[in-house]
């Protein structure tokens, strides 16, 4: 019991002083995750807005497939970005196994459907009331996807949170193809894993007040600027 | 800035105003909607056509709003045919049909930007836009309220927002759906007063609404509909004056009509 009390003290002691290495891992587990969720953004909300406007043959399994990728196992994804990646795979001459790199690549693909899939929800929602307005004024699928993507935006933001939160907190792709090389690919919750392993409780503790203090923090923004919104009436 | 200004540079975006984007006369022929067998429409035939305001009237579940958006394109009939202009409907006429909703909609943006996006609609240049649409909210008597967010304003706003956002896309034909039923008087007479001074313009205008005194005070020409059907058609004056159909005579009267 000691032994954890002492632990949390220098954790609190490693997050007061911003200790160098703490935060060398915290700003990059942010480097990546805002990398993965800004990549995951740049598709999956025109793919969400795309698939909530447009009617095709397929749409249908396209939708349900989506909403079922948002469960994807992130060692499983791993394992995929690892043989993609490594030297064997198709993408092995880019040298990006072990990278940053590699590590947004599978945190993006892990966020990507999550994104899409409460995209394509909200833009549906609110294509509804908007849909008759939008083809008085003669306005073109693309056009009504542009339209819905900003009318939106507030709503959407709650999307990219969630694919953030998944892509942060995330530990089995990122272990496999970030491998864990300290002052690499060290991220958060790998170092979490490690640390604990070799019973250094105090920086996986550090660590995890870090972590979840982002997530809170990342809520909280949000939260705030929806509520802001919703007073002007744009949410 | 005049309504002539609406730029012929449209930068690429077919202009709305060229004659072979004309939707006038607006017919649908031989018209039928159906729903859990029940005729919502049975074959109507209606030519919109010339100036001038014509009502159509009717009790609830007439079919009169369902008409107006066949006439709109919005809704697509299960038999019969629409024409604009004795041509298809097509998404780039869309604009030339104005189109006020009983329940406007409002984009989540300021007043002024819901007005600029039907400009921009229409291809408008960006940069003629803001001026354009301010005389258009002078008209509403909201340029005051340019910067309010547009679903702050009160129904009675909402409503004279969304006719002058119908006619910044300067309309050959608009529709409007009931645009005062949820209005107090005021707000009632602003509406019924831009209305007039659209029909002042030349713009040929079509209202559903089943307020007798709103039909009397506005109609050129009234069409009355009963259980999906126009049972008449008539001069404003004569129609009421003179109803020919037991059903509108009891409507006027008013009677309860089934």
Known sequence: MQELGAAFAEAFRLVATLDPNLREIVALSLQISLAAVGLAALIGLPLGAGLAVMRFPGRGVLVVTLNALMGLPPVVVGLLVYLL??????LGHLGLL???????IAQAILVTPIVAALTRQTVEDMKEEYLDQLRVFGITPLGMVKTLLWDARYSLLTALLAGFGRAVAEVGAVIIVGGNINHVTRVMTTTIALETSKGNLSLALGLGVVLVTITIAANAAVMALRVSARRLAYA | MPDTALCRDTGGVV???????????IECRRVVVGRSGRRLLDGVDVSIDGTGLTVILGPNGAGKTLLLRVLANLFAPDSGEVRWAHLRPDRV?????????????????SVIANVIYALAAIGMPRHECPSRAHEILGLASLDHLAGTPARLLS????QRLALARALATEPEVL???????????????AIEKMITTVRGRGTRLVLVTHDIGQARRLADTVLF???????????????FENPAQAAARAFIEGRIVL
Do not use: N, W
Request: charged letters at 25%.
């Open chain 2, 155 to 158: 129904g009675g706003e909402q």
């Open chain 1, 85 to 90: 990646l490594s030297r064997a795979g198709p």
């Open chain 2, 93 to 109: 006429r869309a604009p030339k049909i104005g189109f006020v909703f009983q329940k406007p909609m409002m984009l989540r943006r």
């Open chain 2, 15 to 25: 202009d709305q105003r060229r004659p072979d984007h004309a939707v006038l006369p």
């Open chain 2, 225 to 239: 509909m009963h259980r999906g059907r126009i049972v008449e058609r008539a001069p404003s004056p004569d129609f």
């Open chain 1, 98 to 104: 072990y990278t940053p790199t590699a590590m947004v």
């Open chain 2, 175 to 189: 529709l409007l759906d009931e645009p005062a039923s949820s209005l107090d008087p005021a707000a009632t007479l």
